[in-house]
């Protein structure tokens, strides 16, 4: 039974995972352009139109140009004392394929000359072909450490996944260890802290930023805790009213849905092409593969009756921004991020209080999850202008002691390199008050431990799980 509702569960979320995309405008670093100091509009003018093609670039992040990142940023007499990290896999081969259409032909061997790659590709190989000293909790010892099949199985960390997070990885060390000495060459394991999926595509994704990130990339220092639960909420996931926010917000999305004519002319056109009805196209997500064949540049299936277009790609891509738009309305996926956030968001807020107390715990955490994890996250934080996780985001969460006055601890939150540690809910106003670059931790934890559930007329996580809305 607990297998069938785990089951149930991630292909629930699954679901929701193609229907969440922003609707602002936004920048490669993941942030909507719009400053904290806001002009008054010009109300003459037409607000820029959001071109779906440029948001699945975006979403692919193929790998290019060195990324900047404002991680690591703060005044000289503030010292580092712990980072914790949420990362979304890197790129993947689907997880649903079209009927009766070839699959995608994407390699999942790593081949260090083909692009695109990284320098420590090669080392990376050889170094995961050895792995018998880690230590893997349960179902994750069964898992391979690195893709390699000539065809790509469905949802397989691809080659772009991997360099995805090599690259995380070197940058964050760079920062970290480099410039910060959050570990040196001497470290432990003790101080580390990983938990990942039961998926290859996110252990794989785990260890290949580990093994750019850390000084000395050490198997007997690897202790891989296994999650059962997509949303990381261990032993707390017994909660009647999460479920129920999330049917909620699933009605809303299919009435949406079938309300969008074109969307409708669409799907029919798509399946008279591949030859099945309209509602067997639906269920196989047809968008998941799409963004396969659009992330490797790969023609969209063709069948004898015709091909599937850009223009089929850029319809349903459209969908889902007004499908974002309403969402950001009705607060239903945001009352479910809430409560499906706040085991996690405990357990981070309750280590990083461990640590501002001085007592010893891991300086460096790394939580390796998908997609339907992240993006409750934000959502719950208050992070609204932030776009959905792309292959390979990363949140990243600092704790900073002040020098001057060594009992006072901060936070910075950053999105994809990007400071958002002011958009949050429980932050937004102090900045106005202070000229210090960060927010102090208290606000991090009465957020947590009590404000997260006054929407929910609540005093605890339990009460909020269990109360009717009103």
């Known amino acids: 039974v607990i ?4 089951l149930k569960a991630s292909v629930d979320v699954l679901y929701l995972s193609v229907h969440l995309i922003p609707v602002n405008p936004i920048r490669e670093d993941g942030l909507n352009p719009k400053s904290r100091k806001r002009i008054m509009p010009d109300l003459l003018t037409e607000p820029p139109a959001i071109d779906p093609v440029y948001e699945a670039r975006v979403y692919c992040n193929i790998p290019t140009i ?8 703060a005044p000289h007499y503030f010292k580092l004392v712990s980072v914790q990290v949420l990362i979304r896999h890197g790129d993947r081969y689907p997880l649903y394929a079209i009927p009766k259409t070839k699959r995608p032909d994407i390699d999942c061997m790593l081949v260090p000359s083909r692009k695109p790659s990284h320098p420590q590709l090669e080392a990376f190989i050889k170094q995961m072909s050895k792995g018998s000293a880690a230590q893997m909790d349960g179902p994750l010892s069964s898992l391979p450490r690195y893709p390699s099949h000539s065809l790509c199985e469905m949802g397989e960390l691809t080659q772009t996944g991997v360099v995805q997070h090599l690259r995380n990885g070197q940058l964050l060390r760079e920062i970290y260890i480099n410039k910060h000495k959050l570990l040196l060459g001497d470290w432990t394991a003790k101080q580390l802290y990983l938990e990942t999926t039961g998926k ?11 093994y750019t990130f850390l000084p000395d990339f050490d198997w007997k220092k690897i202790n891989m805790r296994h999650q059962w639960s997509t949303i ?26 079938v309300k969008n004519n074109d969307l409708e002319k669409i799907y029919v056109d798509m399946a008279k092409i591949v030859g099945i009805p309209t509602r067997q196209l639906r269920a196989s997500n047809p ?16 069948t004898k009756t015709g091909c599937i277009s850009m223009e089929h790609f850029k319809v349903i891509k459209r969908h889902q921004l007004e499908d974002e738009r309403e969402r950001q309305e009705k607060k239903l996926y945001f009352f479910y991020a809430l409560l499906a956030t706040h085991p996690l968001l405990n357990q981070t807020v309750n280590r990083l209080q461990r640590i501002a107390e001085g007592k010893k715990e891991e300086v460096f ?30 949140l ?16 910075r939150i950053l999105y994809n390199g990007a400071d958002v540690t002011f958009q949050t809910s429980f932050c937004k106003d102090y900045y106005k008050r ?9 606000k991090f934890v009465n957020f947590v431990k009590r404000d997260m559930f006054l929407i929910f007329n609540s005093t605890s996580y339990y009460d909020a799980c269990r109360r009717r809305p009103l």
């Not at 060195?66 to 940023?73: D, F, N, T, Y």
């Not at 955490?365 to 292959?391: K, N, Q």
């Not at 002040?402 to 601890?409: A, C, I, N, S, T």
């Open 365 to 394: 955490v790394l939580y390796s999850a998908h997609d339907v994890t992240l993006s409750p996250v934000l959502s719950a934080l208050g992070i609204t202008e932030a776009r959905f996780p792309r292959f390979a985001a990363r």
């Open 66 to 73: 060195a990324e900047r990142s404002m991680e690591g940023h």
């Open 287 to 302: 968008i998941d593969s799409l963004l396969c064949y659009f992330c490797h540049n790969v023609s969209f299936p063709c």
């Open 232 to 257: 990381f909420c261990s032993g707390s996931c017994d909660c009647p009213m999460r479920n129920h926010y999330l049917e909620e917000e699933q009605r809303r999305q299919y009435s949406l849905r």
């Open 396 to 411: 990243v969460f600092e704790l900073w002691q002040d020098g001057k006055r060594p009992k006072e601890h901060f936070i």
């Open 3 to 6: 297998v069938l509702d785990v």
């Open 200 to 210: 290859s595509r996110t252990l794989q994704s785990a260890l290949a930023l580990l």
């Open 434 to 442: 202070s000229s210090k670059p960060m927010c102090p931790l208290e």
